[in-house]
Structure formats: C-alpha cells, structure tokens
C-alpha cells in the first residue's frame, strides 16, 4: 500500500501502468483520478492546497489500512497533490486492486469519499481578483456517512 503528498505533477496513465505491473492475484484494478476544475466556470484561475507534513500522510496510511482491513486488496495507491494547481491539472488518484471488482471499486470509492471530506487538506479557489477558501459541503459528509458501520 502506497501513499504519496506531493506537489509535483503526476501521469496518471504512468502511474496505473505501474500499480497494475505484478498483480498475479489480482482479478480488478480500479482508479479514478480527480482533476482541478472550475467550480463557477470562468472565475476560477487555480486552487492552493494546503497540509501539513507528516500529519497527512498519517491520516491518509491510516485510512488505507482501514480499506485493507475492511475489503480483500491486492494492492492500494493514494497520490494527492498540494500547491498551486492550475484548472486541468491532476489533482488526486486512487487505485485499488483486488481479487474481485466489487471489493475494488467499494474500497476506491471509500477512499475517495475519505478524502474529499476527512483528510487534513485546506483548499483555496483563486481568482482573477480574489481568492476563498472552500467550505465542507454535506453532500461530502452524506457520502462519507454511508461507510459507517450498519446498525442492528
């Protein structure tokens, strides 16, 4: 299992073509990757994140040993970007590989329910004159909701 914080720029064909190198007992590999977009269609120049070091990548390994523990993977991998991005840049990927495509595509999307709405990344849209941070919404949180263990 793999996590990486970083500000460099991904491929995210490159890097599915190495998580998928290997996995002899893997029967699905799922991935998904987030891409910076304009929310208000043309006011937006580009989004900051914001983090900190060390206390994101542990929350970030935390919750994937959460994935493993909860469905049968393979192999899993989260890169999230930080800096300055521009519209159209990658921003996140996530790819699970497991033995069956269900518990590859639950355990993508938990992940990425996880890091819309959890994982400690502060978010700014900047724009042509001004600049705001991003506020939770609840759709994010419903989503997240739905990972919670069943009630009797």
């Known amino acids: 299992m793999s996590v990486r914080v970083q500000s460099a720029r991904f491929d995210a064909g490159a890097e599915l073509n190495a998580f998928s190198a290997g996995l002899g007992n893997a029967g699905a590999v799922v991935s ?11 006011g937006m ?12 990548e542990a929350a970030i390994a935390k919750i994937l040993a959460e994935a493993e523990a909860r469905w049968d993977l393979v192999r899993a991998l989260v890169i999230h ?34 890091l819309k709405s959890r994982a400690p990344f502060w978010k700014k849209e900047i724009g042509a004159g001004d600049a705001a941070w991003v506020a939770a919404k609840d759709e994010d949180e419903d989503a997240l909701g739905r990972w919670s263990p069943k009630k009797d």
Do not use: K
């Not at 990658?90 to 992940?111: C, D, G, K, N, W």
């Open 32 to 42: 998904f990757t987030g891409v910076v977009r304009d929310r208000d269609q043309g």
């Open 45 to 56: 120049v580009a989004m900051e994140i914001e983090h900190y070091p060390g206390m994101t």
């Open 81 to 114: 970007r930080h800096g300055r991005l521009e519209i159209g840049e990658p921003i996140m990927m996530v790819a699970t590989a497991s033995r069956h495509r269900v518990a590859a595509f639950e355990a993508a999307e938990f992940l990425m329910d996880y």
